[in-house]
């Protein structure tokens, strides 16, 4: 399992930025998603979750309200919209898949598979 991560850059505070996690190497489609982030510093952080239908989201209080995962299984792509983008949510960010399972999970350990992750850098 392959997964491709892309849509990182410099925005200023306030602004968009949308990600993309490509997969392959298995159908991506029958699988739970996640999106994470790390800080310099700082822990991974779990901040999107979606299934593998797209009919069930989950965010973090940190960035619900501005932050929305989709995906379109027949490109094997999984989104992260960014919104109201914030100085602190400047990271790396990855996106991730489990083993198995049709659902997401919160905590890193659930995710074998991880892409190379993009770096979003929110200027104030």
């Known amino acids: 399992v392959q997964l491709q991560a892309s849509g990182g850059g410099l925005v200023q505070a306030g602004g968009s930025l949308r990600l993309s996690c490509t997969g392959s190497?298995?159908?991506?489609?029958?699988?739970?998603m996640g999106w994470f982030r790390q800080a310099p510093g700082k822990e991974r952080e779990f901040v999107a979750g979606?299934?593998?239908?797209?009919?069930?989201?989950y965010y973090p209080n940190s960035v619900k309200g501005r932050f929305t995962i989709s995906r379109d299984n027949a490109k094997n792509t999984v989104y992260l919209q960014m919104n109201s983008l914030k100085p602190e949510d400047t990271a790396v960010y990855f996106c991730?898949?489990?083993?198995?399972?049709?659902?997401?999970?919160?905590?890193?350990?659930?995710?074998?598979?991880w892409g190379q992750g993009t770096l979003v850098t929110v200027s104030s």
């Open positions: 979606i299934n593998w239908s797209g009919t069930s989201t």
């Open positions: 991730a898949a489990p083993y198995s399972g049709s659902d997401y999970y919160t905590r890193s350990k659930e995710y074998p598979y």
């Open positions: 190497g298995r159908t991506s489609s029958m699988y739970g």
